[in-house]
């Protein structure tokens, strides 16, 4: 018998046992208790039908380096890392959004230097930007940007590169990146993994 199978014939006990008490019982307090088991199992008996998901790690979805020849074949790579292993999406928001818990990153390739971008990512705190979106004094951000190239995000230059192409061509920018940097640093016998988002 399953996990949740035995946790419903439990519920299904706790409620039988609250009807009976209600039933056969005259005592306040007991039948107030048989109440509280009824309505505690009818509860649990609905939790138990939520489907439940298992929390896995994404699935690893391979790329060979020596597949990119174009600085667009690096932008498709860095819009996956951005989704998925790095996390970006998690915090940052392409367009305007009032629930988004760090800057807003459209069109963030023309105002920033491939420089700037780069030292953003791997020196955040470097630089503190502020919340302009209120009325009154800016505030901080509520999240504190992690160091990407760190644990538990730990991206490679190859892969913090591709997303700066990314964030370049979602701009409608030039991509400053060429395919060249990523080849030479990654000799093409060596496929990447990233996490590929379910």
Do not use: W
């Not at 489907?51 to 860095?78: C, H, R, W, Y």
């Not at 999406?89 to 807003?104: F, K, N, T, V, Y």
């Not at 920018?173 to 496929?191: L, R």
């Amino acid at each position: 018998m399953s996990e949740v199978a035995l946790l419903q014939v439990i519920g299904l006990c706790v409620i039988g046992t609250g009807v009976s008490i209600l039933l056969f019982v005259k005592a306040r307090f007991v039948r107030v208790v048989g109440f509280v088991m009824i309505v505690l199992g009818l509860f649990s008996m609905t939790a138990l039908g939520v489907p439940q998901m298992a929390s896995l790690p994404p699935a690893e979805e391979k790329f060979d380096v020596a597949n990119i020849k174009t600085a667009s074949d690096m932008a498709a790579i860095g819009q996956k890392i951005f989704f998925s292993k790095g996390q970006c999406a998690l915090c940052h928001s392409i367009g305007p959004s009032e629930s988004a818990r760090c800057p807003d990153l459209k069109g963030i390739g023309a105002k920033l230097s491939r420089e700037f971008i780069f030292e953003s990512l791997t020196q955040p705190q470097a630089y503190i930007y502020l919340d302009y979106r209120h009325e009154g004094p800016p505030k901080e951000y509520p999240a504190r940007m992690p160091y990407i190239n760190k644990n538990p995000i730990g991206l490679s230059k190859n892969e913090i590169l591709s997303v700066i192409a990314f964030l370049q061509q979602m701009s409608g920018e030039p991509i400053t990146v060429s395919p060249e940097e990523i080849t030479q640093t990654a000799q093409a016998t060596t496929p990447v993994a990233i996490a590929h988002a379910q």
